[in-house]
């Protein structure tokens, strides 16, 4: 069957269309994303309070949502010695690998640096989640030189085109509106954002929720994070790097082990244990605060991240731990 020329006519300006429509979204995705609230807005924050001279931090912590409701910065100020000035740079999803990226470009003023770390994600390849790439992208950060040496197998993943993360931030519109309504609709959320909260970013404001303590339980048991637990090389010389980074410049250096959840029972206690020693074998030279055991079930919001009374176990074991 041989098309018409108007049927050929019509086909490409459908294709015009469409072509039209995409350059279209693409143009207009990064306003929506940088307009709208989201779960990875703290990028910005971080970013913004980087660069901004009027912050002078002394401490600064870095880490995930664990780390975001487990280490309570208004509590380490008011109870270390000189009440040093402490910032949470704790993001949702923010790996260490992610961590790393703003070491580098840290105010003059830090002199202590606080990494949360989860154990198990040293047994796998170094990575930064899809949302957390184009959180970075969307609110402009950049590579330097240094931190290219430190974490080189980043630089590629942080360097894709426009299209590329304007499509992968496709949804945002979606995400925004469901950000809005969960923080309208949820009983637990706190009364103010943590967009802008600098030292203790907890996004819970009671204990326990039953029902999505026993839904992320039921997720976590799935899977054995610490089967034939190994710590790859790449981990390790991250690590390691930073570690000599901040000595360097005579900035201290500490990582947190984030506790775990006694009820997520997917891996053996001999298994984690391993892990533990594993890590210590490996990476103990570097200064390191082990909170693995501290937490009893009780002291957990929902399966992962602690609440208020687990919070205030893990920052007294940073005030001891401390100098």
């Not at 910005?44 to 949502?65: C, M, Q, R, Y």
């Not at 997720?219 to 790097?241: A, C, H, M």
């Not at 997917?266 to 990476?283: D, G, M, N, R, V």
Request: net charge negative; with cysteine; aromatic share 12%.
């Amino acid at each position: 069957m041989e098309l018409t020329g108007k049927q050929i006519k019509k086909m490409l300006f459908f294709l015009l269309f469409i072509i039209v429509l995409m350059a279209g979204f693409n143009k207009i995705t990064p306003y929506f994303f940088r307009m709208l609230p989201n779960d990875y807005v703290r990028t910005k924050l971080i970013l913004n309070t980087i660069k901004d001279a009027k912050h002078t931090p002394e401490v600064v912590i870095f880490g995930n949502s664990r780390g975001m409701s487990g280490v309570d910065g208004y509590l380490l100020e008011k109870e270390l010695k000189n009440h040093p000035v402490v910032y949470s740079f704790t993001s949702t999803g923010q790996m260490l690998s992610e961590s790393a990226l703003y070491y580098t470009s840290l105010p003059a003023s830090v002199k202590t640096v606080i990494q949360c770390l989860d154990i198990d994600v040293l047994s796998k390849p170094i990575d930064i989640n899809i949302p957390n790439q184009v959180a970075l992208h969307m609110y402009g950060y950049k590579m330097d030189d240094q931190t290219k040496l430190l974490v080189p197998g980043l630089y590629d993943e942080l360097n894709k085109s426009d299209w590329y993360y304007n499509y992968k931030a496709r949804n945002c519109l979606f995400s925004g509106f469901s950000f809005v309504l969960r923080n309208l609709l949820d009983d637990d959320a706190p009364e103010n954002s943590i967009d802008n909260e600098l030292h203790y970013p907890t996004s819970q404001t009671s204990y326990r929720n039953e029902a999505v303590y026993q839904r992320a339980l039921d997720e976590q048991n799935k899977e054995n994070k610490f089967e034939s637990y190994k710590i790859t090389s790449e981990w390790k010389q991250l690590i390691e790097g930073s570690y000599s980074f901040f000595k360097e410049r005579n900035i201290q250096y500490y990582l947190v082990i984030m506790p775990y959840n006694p009820d997520i029972i997917s891996a053996k206690k001999t298994e984690k244990q391993e892990a533990l020693q594993s890590f210590i074998k490996e990476l103990g030279h570097i200064p390191y605060i082990n909170c693995f055991d501290l937490l009893e079930a009780s002291d957990f919001y929902d399966a992962i991240h602690p609440n208020d009374k687990g919070a205030k176990k893990i920052t007294n074991q940073l005030l001891i731990s401390l100098p």
